[in-house]
Structures are given as structure tokens and as C-alpha cells.
């Protein structure tokens, strides 16, 4: 059996009820509004723009020569190796120069007859021309003396080109710098017999580097009349130097398709040095276009588009766009974005359209 409650009690209850019921509701009112939430902007702006194009090559010599020896024979010794700095005349192998030696002296001996028996035909010849003036001769003896004469001439101009041949073989055994450079490449070695002509030094002479690139055909045909082309170690990008298009092979590589192009460095740093890996840049087609970060993008229904604040009432809509084309760090839009416009690049996963915002560091 239930005992009485005492109305006092019951009405004490009422009372506790109602004061919570009423504190509950004045929580609920005394709420504070939303807070706009902070992102981050940058304001759309044309600018001028194109197609970059990045091609890898290295760095050559402007002038590269392949020096070699005029006649063959047994190289006794090389007095270079790669990467030797060499000046003009200076000696860089020579071959056994027994043979040659022996041939000149052959030569001048040779020369020496002919030379004394040409002075004893001039001798002949002035003593038969004096017994003819003075009638003492018939003029048929006159006649052999100035032909013993004429031979002996003859003689001795080739006995005199001979000597001239064996004494320049003789030098050719030896093989100078034609021209200050760096030698980039040995093609014997001491004790080898090489034939003529056959590469011993290449030398890539001072004056002068390129940077050199196989571009393909269709980079040819769209290729400004006179690009501005950037240069950077492959490695290092911070070294760099300007260059201009120098050379551009006349036909294609028959394996690649590619044509060989040769890029004037324009005072190029130290650090690019022969045979450096490079990275040669140049935009094509400057044009005005309009980028934004990558991250500003969106998407609406499966379509880009991107969060446009409404500087007026700081709030946000969604604003689909057209894209050109996609960039590593950011996109060329196409349409859908004017000059002015002021675009969300953080925060564009967490709004809703009509969203306030706050712009603590616009960028522009």
C-alpha cells in the first residue's frame, strides 16, 4: 500500500521541474551565432602565358676537333689525357720517326747531285756559248748544252720537292694543339701503329659552349623564329644561363626522328661545364590565359568548379569553370573566372554554398 505524499512535497517537485525546463531553454537561446570560417584566397588575374617545353641535353664545345696524324706508323708516345688544358702549338703525341728521318736524308743527298751537276751543266753551257760567239762552235753544240743545262734544272727542282716532301713527313711525326682547348677524348694509345687520319686527341677548343637537345620534329615546326631558351644544370637548377638557338640540323636522325639543335650559351656560369647533364626551357605561344593553385578546384555534379567570395557579404558560391589544360602546382582555366574574381584555394572541401568567410591573408 502507497503512503500519502504531503501536497508540499509534490509541489516542491513542480517547481524543481519547471526551473530545469527553463534553464535548458535559456541555454539553448544564449548559444553564440556561427563564426565565419577563415580560408585562404587569390585573386584571378590575366596574365601572359604558354605552352613550357623542357627538353634534356648537355653541354658541348662550340668547335670540337678531331686531330690526327698526316701519315701512319708506330705511336711511341702521348703526352695528353682527357681533360688536359692545352694551348695553341703544343705538343701532344709523336710517332717513331726513324723512317722519315731516313727518307729526308735520302732526299737531301739526291738534292745535293742534282744541285752539282746542274752547277757543272751551267759550266758546260757558258763555255760552249762563248766558243759560239766567237765562231769556234757550230750552233748544234750550243744547242745540247742549253738542253744538259734545262735537265739539270729540272733535276734539281725535283730532287728540291723531294726534299721538301721528306722534310714535312718528318715534322708530321709529331702532333701539335692547332688551338687552346680541352681535350675530351684519346684514340690511341703509345706503341699502337695508327694510320693516317685516324683520331689520336679531340680537343673541344675554347671560344665558345652549346647546349645541345634532339627535339622532335614537332617541336621544330611550332617553335617561335627566335626563342629565349633557359639552360640549367639537370642537378643543380639554381645554375643557369640564357641561350639562343644557334644550329639546327638539316634532316632528321634516321633511328629517333629527332633533329639535332645547338643553343649558344650566353655567358654561362662556371659550373656548366663540358659535358654536363642540362635542362633546356622555352615557352611557346604566349598568349593570355588565367591560372589558379591546383587546390582551389572542386568539383559540381562531376564538373569543375571553384568557391567565388563575394567581397560585399563575405560569403561563398560555387561557380563551375572550363579547364584548358592541368599544370604540376596549377590549371589554365578557360572560362567561368574574370579578372577580379576572388577564388578559395584552402578550406574547399568544408563549405557550403551562402557559407560566411573570413580573409586573413588575401593574395593576390
Not at 46 to 56: H, Q
Request: proline content about 7%; overall charge negative.
Amino acid at each position: 500500500m502507497i503512503s500519502h505524499i504531503p501536497p508540499h512535497l509534490i509541489r516542491l517537485a513542480c517547481v524543481l521541474a519547471l526551473a530545469g525546463f527553463l534553464a535548458g531553454c535559456d541555454e539553448s537561446e544564449d548559444e553564440p551565432p556561427a563564426q565565419p570560417r577563415p580560408v585562404r584566397t587569390v585573386t584571378v588575374e590575366e596574365r601572359l602565358a604558354g605552352e613550357t617545353v623542357s627538353l634534356a641535353g648537355t653541354v658541348e664545345s662550340q668547335t670540337q676537333v678531331d686531330l690526327g696524324f698526316r701519315i701512319g706508323g708506330r705511336m711511341v708516345e702521348r703526352l695528353v689525357n682527357v681533360g688536359d688544358t692545352v694551348e695553341a702549338g703544343q705538343a701532344l703525341a709523336s710517332l717513331d720517326p726513324m723512317d722519315e728521318e731516313n727518307g729526308r736524308r735520302a732526299a737531301e743527298a739526291n738534292l745535293t747531285a742534282a744541285e752539282a751537276q746542274l752547277s757543272e751543266a751551267r759550266a758546260t753551257h757558258n763555255r760552249q756559248r762563248q766558243l759560239f760567239d766567237r765562231g769556234l762552235l757550230a750552233r748544234a753544240g750550243l744547242e745540247r748544252a742549253e738542253a744538259a743545262l734545262a735537265s739539270a734544272n729540272s733535276a734539281t727542282d725535283a730532287a728540291a720537292a723531294q726534299f721538301a716532301i721528306a722534310t714535312r713527313r718528318l715534322n708530321d711525326t709529331a702532333l701539335f694543339a692547332d688551338a687552346p682547348g680541352v681535350v675530351t677524348a684519346v684514340g690511341a694509345e703509345p706503341g699502337e701503329v695508327v694510320a693516317s687520319g685516324r683520331m689520336i686527341v679531340q680537343i673541344a677548343r675554347d671560344g665558345g659552349m652549346d647546349a645541345v637537345f634532339d627535339v622532335p620534329a614537332a617541336l621544330i615546326e611550332t617553335s617561335p623564329a627566335d626563342p629565349e631558351i633557359t639552360v640549367a644544370l639537370s642537378q643543380t637548377p639554381t645554375v643557369s644561363a640564357r641561350g639562343r638557338i644557334r644550329e639546327v640540323a638539316p634532316r632528321a636522325d634516321t633511328v629517333t626522328g629527332t633533329f639535332r639543335v645547338r643553343v649558344g650559351l650566353i655567358e654561362p656560369p662556371p659550373e656548366l661545364r663540358l659535358g654536363s647533364t642540362v635542362t633546356g626551357r622555352a615557352v611557346f605561344g604566349e598568349i593570355s590565359s588565367i591560372q589558379i593553385p591546383a587546390s582551389a578546384l572542386t568539383s559540381n555534379d562531376g564538373a569543375p568548379a571553384v568557391w567565388i567570395v563575394d567581397p560585399t557579404s563575405s560569403t561563398v558560391a560555387l561557380h563551375p569553370v572550363q579547364v584548358e589544360r592541368y599544370l604540376p602546382a596549377s590549371v589554365v582555366i578557360a572560362g567561368g573566372l574574370s579578372p577580379g574574381d576572388i577564388v578559395v584555394t584552402a578550406g574547399v572541401q568544408v563549405l557550403r554554398p551562402g557559407q560566411s568567410v573570413r580573409l586573413p591573408e588575401a593574395e593576390s
